[in-house]
């Protein structure tokens, strides 16, 4: 089965060869950029040269080129005639959309000549925050075939698989509504998470104004404080606050994830023997609500001194969550109770898997008590094994897609996985955490280091809900 890198380049290139004609949608027209040097810089000053991809029209050859040191890149066509073309496209989305009305450095290949070359553009827009990708495209002079290489980007802020992973993931931020995918709720609560550990855990914090930047534009969102009719929703919400305190200090973050988590506890009641409802509707008693609840109580409780409320609230919780009968005799987490409170036997989802993990950690931190750490160990053993195929973990039902909630359930696994892995002294699960790693990052990325479904492999799209996922595990592979 050929990996996606191959797929996408495969897709790129045809979208590449429709793009001229078909109603594929472009951004605005390009304008100038200057980062430490302005557009249509000379290649001849480069201090560098790296060609990651390259395509083929007619038997011409057409090559992206970077200079990673001055984060810009140019292309060129070989082995053709006078008379052919070549330029640059630029996108600020990962390649969904590009420049339109300007080809960028477009020039044709002069008498005399065989091939060509055009001037060198940044990749990125760091005043306005654009994190870009470029790709060089070209044609014969006298055919209308247009082929273009795959996306990619320099280096820079991506010099190294996590790095490069989060870098990906920001070309999903949103610069207008301050959230990933366009309007990606508790799924750009997960992304905005993610892209805080990769600050934690790498040093590089080129992206730390997203958290500011999410908390001002949408805190009067939906019903404000990150409240909304979805407990679970809320709950992201908070646990991305918390984060974002632990990182910034900034006490503002941590307000909010107590608003949270107070309304959260709003829709705990008595039915079922305790528990939180999945939503305001009050229909139905589900895991991952609760599992966030949880972590999300036990975590202000551990960063709230002389609190006892928040303490309380995440020992009731425990308390009730293992005796629900939600996890079953395989140690597995099932997705929630029936009307008549009992385990409904409906999928164990990775994510139900995982959030429980840093939940448990978070409370043994709280109280010391080592036998929390041993029942999620339990826990862990189990879907380490039972959610893997080929040795590789795989959402159950997974498909090829990275739109939709799903794509999003993987990372919030590996999250809580890591957690515990951290917490614990042996750190038993960084073996099976690097294996994933390794294979999503040999089987699972294209040229720009965009990730999709099957970390062992295979077809699929890509999306930031994959791209989140996959970070969150190299986040806690290392």
């Keep these: 089965m050929r990996s996606l890198r191959f797929l996408l380049a495969a897709a790129l290139a045809a979208t590449a060869l429709l793009g001229a004609t078909s109603g594929i949608p472009q951004a605005a027209a390009a304008t100038s950029i200057c980062n430490a040097y302005c557009d249509a810089r000379d290649p ?14 007619f038997s011409r050859t057409i090559t992206l080129h970077f200079d990673d040191a001055d984060a810009m890149g140019w292309a060129s066509i070989d082995n053709g005639n006078p008379g052919d073309e070549v330029w640059i496209d630029r996108s600020f989305d990962g390649g969904r959309t590009w420049s339109s009305g300007s080809r960028l450095g477009d020039t044709t290949t002069p008498a005399g000549q065989r091939g060509w070359r055009t001037q060198m553009y940044n990749v990125d827009d760091w005043g306005a925050e654009g994190v870009g990708a470029l790709r060089a495209c070209g044609k014969a002079g006298d055919r209308a075939d247009i082929a273009c290489t795959a996306w990619a980007r320099t280096t820079w802020n991506a010099g190294n698989r996590r790095t490069a992973a989060a870098t990906a993931l920001m070309m999903s931020f949103d610069r207008s509504t301050k959230l990933f995918g366009g309007n990606g709720w508790w799924t750009g609560a ?12 790498t040093g590089m914090g080129s ?9 001002d534009k949408n805190l009067g969102a939906q019903q404000g404080n990150f409240t909304n009719d979805y407990l679970d929703d809320t709950g992201w919400w908070g646990l991305a606050w918390i984060d974002a305190y632990d990182l910034t200090g900034d006490s503002r973050y941590l307000a909010t ?16 023997g305790g528990g939180v409802w999945w939503s305001q509707a009050s229909t139905y008693k589900n895991a991952i609500t609760n599992e966030l609840f949880l972590q999300l109580t036990a975590a202000l409780h551990n960063r709230i001194g002389g609190d006892t409320t928040y303490l309380a609230r995440a020992q009731a919780e425990w308390n009730w969550f293992k005796a629900s009968g939600m996890i079953n005799g395989d140690h597995m987490v099932n997705d929630g109770l029936t009307s008549s409170c009992a385990n409904n036997g409906q999928t164990t989802w990775t994510y139900n898997q995982g959030v429980v993990l840093g939940g ?13 750490l041993t029942t999620a160990r339990g826990l862990a053993d189990a879907s380490t094994v039972r959610l893997a195929s080929g040795g590789v973990l795989r959402e159950p039902g997974e498909g090829d897609s990275c739109t939709g909630d799903g794509p999003t359930f993987k990372g919030a696994y590996v999250r809580g996985l890591g957690k515990l892995n951290s917490q ?3 750190h038993p699960y960084s073996g099976v955490l690097t294996t994933w790693a390794d294979s999503a990052y040999a089987h699972d990325r294209n040229a720009l280091d965009q990730y999709g479904p099957h970390w062992a492999g ?5 999306d930031y809900g994959c791209q989140q996922s996959v970070l969150d595990l ?3 592979a290392g």
Excluded: K, Q
């Design 44 to 57: 001849g000053l480069s201090g560098g040269d790296r060609a990651p991809v390259t395509a083929g029209v």
């Design 190 to 201: 997960n992304a905005l998470t993610a892209i805080i550990d990769n600050v934690r855990v």
């Design 207 to 215: 992206y730390r104004y997203a958290i500011a930047e999410t908390y």
């Design 257 to 272: 994830a107590r608003a949270d988590a107070d309304h959260m506890y709003a829709y705990w009641n008595g039915t079922c």
């Design 360 to 372: 448990l950690t978070e409370l043994y931190r709280a109280t010391g008590d080592a036998g929390l």
């Design 424 to 426: 614990l002294s042996d």
């Design 458 to 462: 295979g077809s699929g799209s890509s």
């Design 474 to 476: 190299l986040n806690a």
